[in-house]
């Protein structure tokens, strides 16, 4: 019973994480297994040095970790709070705000490419210089296609953790509402003093989904170039490693790694508060 | 605990009529404030349009004829509407095989990921050894990782995995449905496992310890009495897993080869290439590709949400 599951996700999931850490102080063509050489850390020398895409795939990263954190995040917390009062129709925007949710990165690539096309895109339709020579490439422009990749990836996630606080302020005690009320405290103190506290568990999440969504980020900037020109990400660059021209596995694990070690902070910080609970009671 | 502490789960699962009227009328405090709120209405009322922009001109676009934007520009309203692009992109850019690959992706992965899930869940919630936190926590974790950290080995596992010519035309397990059915599967198992025990744990235990009485085996208990128990949760990680399986882009992109292999979602990246700048038809595929999420939306919505809700582990 327990047996096959856990044969599956260690030999599909756990042994393969080992190997790309084993393969990351390799040189390896992909070829024969007799090829695999070892190479100490000069796959990692090679990336922080010698790799020029690799610094603006950090900075990408960071920045999208920060834009989800600053505007995404709040934006469906505000969405969740203003939604959750008994307005009419609430149901209905909730419906609209939740939509992208269903939709895969991949097809948000495509959608929003059709939206910021330079020459026949609604965007530069509706700013007026659709056709002019002052028409900006959303996706082309390495100046701003990070940003308009942000815009997009926001779409989704805004509604994603609109609907997870939804549930989470319909779980807080409405009896710490009305205590603070009594109190005097005004609608804005109320929250955040009192109900947005309560919500620990669901911020919990909401903190480990955005940290994990802006590092596995790929599936837009692969959609729209690959990972290139402005869009670079250390998920695609792994990816760009193995399947390029080279087949330069050593470096593509490497950072894959590189990846990895990022990801450990999120997942031990969830997995305390998930279990950490567990063994006290 | 995390979102999918029991408490959450069973409103959720069990009585989902009480959590749809909850969703729907709003907090507490409602009741007293019963002025129009005009300035509210409105900015949730502009965000909305604005939410619904880009696909809405995605949809603008693929019911126009490419003659007709063409002759009076894709800012326009001149011209004919009609499905012909949608009929265009699905036989010219071969999206019946791409669904059918969809489907015989998604349906064995999420049968695969609620068997093994629930064995898993029972096991470690309804049996006590002393491993089961320790297991928990590899499912958990795993389910968290990105992609790509297990991509080379993958590829390259299955690469040099030899198999016979008549079972798979690689000779290896890469440009297999199955070497992406695995994959999904165990990458799913670690969050359903997790939903799914923090559901069990909640289930009183008296229920398997009356059967144990009647003799009945850890098979029996499991398969009679605890999933019949779990079909809320059951019905909601499977509206949840369809939606995860069928958007993943990145295991199809990364062991199939083949065009003619590629799910709905991963063939999206080629409708570019397919259909070069006739914007038309690749919105029509666009949203060809989305309308298997969106009829699943609209039919078990509520499934979908609280699936979400049970355990937002997913990141």
């Not at chain 1, 020579?133 to 990749?149: R, Y």
């Not at chain 2, 409602?30 to 900015?43: C, D, E, Q, V």
């Amino acid at each position: 019973m327990v047996g096959l599951p856990t044969l599956i996700q260690l030999v599909l999931v756990w042994i393969p994480t080992l190997l790309s850490a084993a393969l990351s102080f390799t040189r390896w063509n992909g070829l024969s297994l007799d090829d695999i050489k070892p190479a100490g850390v000069s796959n990692y020398d090679f990336i922080a040095q010698n790799y020029p895409p690799f610094w603006p795939a950090v900075q990408h990263n960071v920045l999208w970790l920060v834009f989800l954190a600053v505007i995404a995040t709040p934006l469906g917390l505000l969405l969740a709070i203003l939604l959750d009062q008994n307005i009419r129709g609430t149901r209905i925007y909730q419906s609209i705000f939740f939509t992208p949710v269903m939709l895969s990165l991949a097809l948000i690539g495509v959608i929003w490419q059709l939206f910021y096309n330079r020459d026949n895109g609604l965007l530069n339709f509706l700013l007026g210089t659709a056709g002019t020579p002052q028409a900006v490439d959303w996706f082309g422009d390495s100046g701003v296609n990070i940003w308009a990749a942000l815009i997009a990836a926001t779409w989704r996630h805004a509604g994603y953790v609109m609907i997870l606080y939804l549930a989470g302020l319909k779980g807080v005690d409405p009896t710490l509402r009305e205590a603070a009320q009594i109190d005097g405290a005004n609608a804005v103190q109320t929250f955040f003093r009192v109900i947005f506290p309560a919500m620990r568990p669901v911020n919990v999440i909401i903190i480990v989904i955005t940290v994990i969504e802006s590092l596995r980020a790929f599936d837009i900037v692969y959609v729209i170039n690959r990972g290139t020109n402005g869009l670079e990400l250390i998920s695609a660059l792994v990816i760009q490693n193995l399947v390029g021209e080279g087949q330069v596995i050593g470096v593509g694990s490497a950072l894959a790694v590189i990846l990895l070690v990022i990801s450990l902070v999120p997942i031990t910080f969830y997995l305390s508060r998930a279990f950490g609970k567990d063994k006290e009671a | 605990m995390s979102i999918a502490q029991p408490t959450d789960a069973r409103p959720a699962g069990r009585a989902p009529s009480r959590r749809g009227a909850a969703a729907g009328t709003g907090s507490q405090s409602a009741g007293k404030r019963n002025k129009p709120r005009f300035g509210l209405h409105i900015f949730l009322s502009v965000l909305a349009v604005m939410w619904l922009i880009p696909l809405a001109w995605t949809v603008f676009t693929a019911l126009r004829p490419k003659a007709d934007t063409d002759k009076y520009g894709y800012f326009s309203f001149g011209g004919s509407f009609n499905f012909d692009n949608f009929v265009q992109a699905w036989t010219q850019g071969g999206f019946a095989q791409y669904a059918w690959n969809s489907a015989l992706i998604t349906i064995p992965s999420v049968i695969l990921v609620l068997f093994f899930a629930s064995m898993m869940a029972f096991a470690v919630s309804r049996v006590s050894w002393k491993f089961n936190v320790t297991l928990l926590i590899m499912f958990t974790a795993g389910n968290l990782l990105p992609p790509q950290v297990l991509a080379a080995p993958l590829f390259e596992m299955f690469k040099l995995l030899p198999l016979p010519y008549s079972v798979s035309d690689s000779g290896s397990l890469l440009n297999t449905y199955i070497s992406v059915i695995a994959v999904d599967t165990a990458f799913q198992i670690g969050f359903v496992t997790f939903v799914l025990s923090n559901y069990m744990k909640a289930l009183s235990p008296e229920l398997t310890e009356a059967a144990l009485v009647d003799g009945a085996g850890i098979w029996r208990q499991y398969w009679e009495i605890i999933l019949p128990l779990c079909r809320p949760a059951l019905a909601a990680m499977g509206t949840l897993e369809v939606i995860f399986i069928y958007n993943d882009f990145f295991w199809p992109l990364l062991f199939l080869q083949s065009g003619d292999r590629l799910p709905l979602t991963t063939a999206v990246n080629n409708l570019q290439g397919q259909f070069l700048s006739n914007y038309n038809l690749i919105a029509a595929g666009a949203m060809i590709t989305a309308i298997p999420a969106l009829v699943i939306y609209l039919l078990l919505q509520r499934h979908f949400v609280a699936g979400l809700t049970l355990g937002s582990s997913k990141g």
